[in-house]
């Protein structure tokens, strides 16, 4: 057996490669930022979700299947959750639940490996929360102050270090709030007053809510351990939130602030469209459901995920997918010629592209380049691809081509009905120009190949 080559990854507050070295190799213990559950997720937020899994799977590779105890938080309680629930007439907890089972089953359809994650939720947690809360108080950390209670960044000799930002920046980039309460400008909360109409839970400083940074800290405390080995997300999450996150944990740890929360913080780039992050607030969001309607696969959708190195941007468009898919139909087409064995040894050279900070762009050259397909298989199997049945692959083309069709006739038939007959015709006329005949009879439409 060739011995594997060390991992080596990014970290974003040394600002360089590191050898990674856990502190326990037989329970590695990794965290990454989760959803807010409030509408459907686009696909950027499951870039992290792709890209973390890649990194599981590596992981797993290097110290066994068993050794990865990976979390993800579910945030079901937020200021966008209360003011869905108030639009919709519905309560907060039916508005996150919803958001939570579209989260899960979008990751699921993109080969995320759902099932092994730990995802707490905010909600189940309050009681942690305010133990952590009580204690940052003691430690002289943190303070109450009209029903809030604050972090006092200036008691954290560690504050900034990891997004290395000048204070007055830190200031402006956190909009913080000019509150009279509040000790320094850029001291940030930790837990808030609820309205009585608003949820809310019994503390010792009022009925309130725990603020976003706050619930990531204790639950990592909770679910993973009071330090962790990795700790990743976009990098909008940089600041404040992981810099708030990290303070919080240096100061609630019993070390008193000497030991570093997470020992590697890692974050994915953003996926973009039009040249701009895709996000809600801009509107210029895809969704998973969106895209398999259009007879997109899954995996496709993944491996267009992975085009790109995971701390470059990558953008989405059209063009991205064809090439996903068809990357995928050459890779499908070599495993048709041999037998589909499990379990087979990965190729080294994936092996050490993805031990290089997870080198994507390598791997799927290198993907590209092996000829053997129970090799090919079990590479592809690092990256959640290539698991599928070969000959399913090939029929899953011919399935999306006839719902296309299909699709595309109802549109032709619904354009006939509201009179809208140049818009039926070029619709036949396209169809008839990819070699698509339509043939109108008693019973609808009916299409044959030319
Ligand atoms: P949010 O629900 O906005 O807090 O995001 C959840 C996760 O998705 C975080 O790790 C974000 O950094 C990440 N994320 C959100 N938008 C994008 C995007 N356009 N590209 C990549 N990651 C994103
Ligand atoms: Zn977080």
């Known amino acids: ?147 809030h209670v604050l972090f006092d960044t200036t008691s954290d000799e560690g504050y900034g270090s990891l997004s290395r930002r000048p204070l007055d920046e830190m200031v402006a980039g956190a909009r913080v709030e000019v509150a009279p309460y509040k000790k320094n400008a850029q001291d940030f909360v930790l837990w808030k007053p609820s309205a009585p109409d608003q949820p809310g839970w019994d503390s010792p400083w009022g009925r309130g809510r725990p603020g976003w940074h706050t619930e990531c800290t204790a639950m990592i405390r909770e679910k993973l351990g009071p330090t962790i080995d990795i700790h990743g997300g976009g990098q909008d999450l940089i600041f404040p939130h992981h810099e708030n996150e990290a303070a919080q944990g240096r100061c609630a740890h019993d070390g008193g602030g000497s030991d570093e929360f997470a020992s590697v913080w890692m974050h994915n780039g953003f996926l973009s469209m039009s040249d701009e992050k895709m996000s809600k607030s801009l509107g210029n969001i895809v969704t998973v459901p969106k895209l398999l309607e259009q007879g997109h696969r899954g995996e496709t959708i993944r491996l267009a995920m992975l085009m790109a190195h995971y701390r470059q941007p990558l953008e989405w468009t059209e063009s991205l997918l064809e090439q996903a898919k068809k990357r995928l139909d050459s890779w499908y087409r070599k495993l048709a010629t041999g037998s589909a064995r499990e379990g087979g040894t990965a190729d080294p050279d994936v092996v050490a592209a993805l031990s290089e900070d997870m080198n994507l762009p390598h791997v799927l050259a290198r993907l590209s380049g092996i000829d053997d397909p129970a090799l090919l298989r079990a590479s592809g199997q690092l990256i959640g691809l290539l698991q599928g049945d070969p000959r399913g692959w090939a029929q899953g083309d011919a399935n999306a081509e006839k719902a296309d069709i299909t699709a595309r006739i109802a549109a032709r038939t619904a354009a006939k009905a509201a009179k809208n007959y140049a818009e039926a015709d070029r619709i036949r006329d396209e169809l008839a120009s990819e070699g698509i005949i339509l043939e109108d009879g008693p019973d609808g439409t009916t299409w044959r190949r030319a």
């Open 1 to 147: 057996m060739t011995a594997l080559p060390p991992l080596r990854l990014y970290d974003t507050r040394r600002r360089e490669k590191v050898v990674f070295e856990p502190a326990d190799p037989s329970r590695i213990t990794m965290y990454v930022c989760g959803p807010t559950v409030y509408s459907r997720a686009h696909i950027g937020n499951f870039r992290p979700e792709i890209v973390f899994d890649v990194l599981k799977r590596v992981l797993r590779h290097h110290y066994g299947e068993d050794a990865v105890w990976h979390a993800r938080n579910i945030t079901d309680i937020d200021d966008k959750i209360m003011a869905q629930a108030a639009e919709t007439g519905r309560t907060v907890e039916q508005v996150s639940r919803e958001a939570e089972g579209w989260y899960e089953e979008d990751a699921r359809a993109l080969g995320v490996d759902v099932d092994t994650v730990i995802a707490p939720r905010a909600t189940d947690f309050i009681d942690q929360m305010i133990a952590m809360l009580t204690t940052l108080i003691e430690r002289g950390h943190a303070y109450a102050a009209e029903g």
